[in-house]
């Protein structure tokens, strides 16, 4: 039987790399089936995240605490791969952002705080890795209210100090919790410490409310139960973010997380989150009708797909038949299930505000909602961070085109941030995400599950070539082989169109020196011989082409020959119409700390970049400007080497631009450079 939505608690273990998010997980893991250590890996499970040593991909595993059902989602630090943790910020109720003490606020960190702010989730942190030297919880507090605002309260200290860390000691319960003994009693030399924090806890959680703010002014003490529960409506509206004292290696401080979780954390009925593409909300009923949303999805090449549900509202058993809105078509609920790391544990029934698996849908994918056929509703995909690397992809093995296509296809349904386009301007298949590692370890993970090989090199920058002035010329196919022979003869002017302007035609054949039937012949062939200009190769653009004279013989002229004559006289007349090569440019945004925009500016300016203007995006500012493509293709390496990674882009399309002839061959070559720079295997 299915377990009732005030008992459930979901939470989502965010930060950056390195913080102690997985160590955490595992930690609260063993401690709930009873383990004083953390035990095997549940949640890197993964042979990718085995090698490299971190999370790669989400996690999701479910424990018991305190009569509390939890799931736990565990999501990557590393910037390539924050999607995922943004994915988990929308499914669950309340984040854990986890801070390393030595370097609280990283990259990441910030990231996943705004991303936070937008999706209006709950947070607690936990200040991890305590038992490291230099390590100052109080100044880590401090630090996180300056940044982060006055929600920020400590919940408990830590006894011990570094390598001295021995336990913790609870603020609102005054019990200190040492080597799993229990002390009501301040520890020795922290009078002072618990007294400032007490003070600020007390009166966080007194203002949150306005009987306890009364009550609390008034000289009258709360008690215990009243702050616990002013702490607990505190953190569901927002406005206290309790501050844990951890180290996870060590175990210390681990039981407190969870007690908070269970104990302080929203459910999924004390808040309403989900609201549908048409505005409205859908509270947690478990008496309404039925709808959830997949967040993630895992492709096993032998078990087929696995779909992970958060289940908004209502309730549903194996075997029904529901709908999905996006495809129209109706989907059968396979077995239920909750998930522990790779492993599955069964189950009978699907509650609101729980997360469960589902295995083998036919046509559902990631951000589909699933809902009954009468009762039909859907919610928003999450907004993803855009894409900043990209390679072109194909088979590296000629015949292997549809199995490598069908596992990239595969891969991007487990991981939206990967995205498949084919580009009309050069033909390539390309493939982007959110950095180089991230699309590399995608190819990687083709290799590995699907044993093909995929060749990746840098995309082609969509050069095209016109003319800077007028020309005539004058193409004339003749050849005689015996019998009936080829003859065609076409002339032709040639004129600049602006920017954008693309082919245009003229028929300006009169007399009839041309008769009619060959004329969209001579069209063609000029068409065709567009597509190789006299530079470099690249397509002929925004060029008018009159077809003003020429001749025919009775016998010998056919639609192929006027083709080839039309392709002839092109050739001749734009070599005499003073050739250009031209360049994309493409609009970019860079959204970055105030402090970085100068050496921002500094790199844009020598990519021959143009800057467009500066303004002010909340704490940050975005630089805007208009930069050669080719000139980008390094870009996302290169911008996170200069900010640190606290910088990001967007790039959309331009115009084009004529390349100064001093740099063609540079930037051609740049291009070329590039292109074997940037192959991956």
Request: hydrophobic fraction near 40%.
């Amino acid at each position: 039987m299915a377990v009732e939505p005030a008992v459930i608690r979901n939470v989502c273990l965010i930060g950056h790399r390195g913080s102690g998010k997985t160590a955490l997980g595992e930690a609260m893991l063993g401690l709930a089936q009873g383990r004083k250590g953390p035990g095997t890996s549940v949640l890197d499970h993964a042979e990718e995240e085995v090698e490299r040593g971190m999370t790669l991909g989400m996690s999701v595993a479910h424990l018991e605490w305190k009569g509390r059902h939890v799931n736990v989602l565990d999501t990557p630090g590393d910037g390539g791969f924050i999607a995922d943790a943004f994915v988990a910020q929308r499914a669950a109720d309340c984040a854990v952002l986890v801070v390393h003490a030595q370097d609280p606020i990283q990259v990441v960190t910030e990231r996943v705080w705004r991303r936070g702010e937008k999706e209006d989730i709950p947070h607690v942190v936990v200040v991890n890795h305590l038992d490291r030297e230099r390590t100052d919880f109080v100044a880590v507090v401090d630090s996180l209210r300056e940044r982060f605002g006055p929600a920020v309260v400590p919940l408990n200290l830590p006894i011990g100090k570094e390598g001295e860390l021995r336990g913790i000691y609870g603020l609102l319960t005054g019990i200190a919790f040492v080597d799993g003994e229990q002390r009501a009693e301040v520890p020795e030399g922290m009078e002072e410490e618990v007294e400032a924090a007490r003070l600020l806890i007390f009166e966080t959680i007194a203002e949150s409310d306005d009987t306890l703010l009364e009550k609390y002014l008034e000289g009258e003490e709360l008690t215990t139960e009243e702050l616990f529960e002013g702490l607990r409506r505190g953190i569901a509206d927002g406005v206290i973010i309790p501050a844990l004292a951890t180290s996870a290696e060590r175990m210390i401080g681990v039981d407190r997380v969870l007690d908070v979780i269970a104990g302080s954390a929203p459910s999924p009925v004390d808040r309403c989150r989900w609201t549908t593409v048409s505005g409205k909300e859908v509270p947690c009923d478990p008496d309404g009708p039925f709808a959830a949303y997949v967040f993630k999805t895992y492709v096993d090449p032998y078990a087929g797909r696995l779909s992970v549900l958060r289940v908004v509202s209502g309730r549903c058993r194996s075997d029904e038949t529901l709908t999905n809105p996006r495809t129209g078509s109706t989907e059968r609920l396979g077995g239920i299930s909750h998930m522990m790391g790779k492993e599955r544990i069964p189950g009978d029934e699907a509650v609101a505000g729980d997360i469960i698996a589902v295995a083998k849908l036919k046509d559902t994918h990631t951000f589909d909602t699933l809902c009954k056929p009468d009762k039909v509703v859907a919610f928003p995909p999450v907004e993803l961070p855009e894409s900043t690397t990209a390679f072109a992809v194909g088979a590296k093995t000629r015949g292997e085109e549809e199995k490598v296509f069908e596992a990239i296809r595969k891969v991007a349904d487990e991981d939206p941030s990967l995205v498949l386009v084919r580009s009309d301007s050069t033909g390539e298949e390309i493939l982007s995400g959110l950095a180089q590692m991230h699309v590399e370890l995608a190819l990687e993970r083709i290799n590995r599950r699907y044993g093909v090989e995929v060749e990746a090199r840098a995309p082609k920058v969509p050069f095209v070539e016109t003319i800077s002035a007028a020309s005539q010329a004058q193409g004339r196919y003749k050849k005689q082989t015996g019998g009936r022979g080829q003859f065609g003869d076409a002339r032709i002017e040639l004129s600049p169109l602006p920017r954008g302007a693309g082919f245009e035609f003229e028929d300006g054949i009169t007399g009839g020196a041309i008769p009619r039937q060959f004329i969209p012949a001579v069209e063609k062939g000029i068409q065709e011989a567009m597509r190789e200009g006299p530079i470099a190769g690249y397509p002929v653009r925004d060029v008018k082409v009159r077809l003003y004279d020429g001749s025919f013989h009775s016998v010998d002229s056919s639609e192929a020959a006027f083709k080839v004559a039309g392709s002839m006289a092109f050739k001749n007349a734009v070599e005499n119409a003073r050739p250009v090569l031209l360049e994309p440019y493409v609009k970019v945004e860079v959204l970055a700390p105030t402090e970085l925009v100068g050496d921002i500016m500094g790199d844009l300016s020598g990519r021959r970049g143009r800057p467009m203007g500066i303004e002010q995006r909340g704490e940050r500012q975005v630089v805007q400007a208009e930069v050669p493509q080719v000139e980008m293709l390094t870009y996302a390496r290169d911008l996170r080497s200069i900010t640190g990674g606290r910088a990001n882009f967007h790039v959309e399309p331009g115009h084009y631009e004529e390349v100064p002839p001093n740099l063609v061959d540079k930037v051609l070559s740049a291009n070329v450079r590039e292109e074997e720079k940037e192959k991956v295997s």
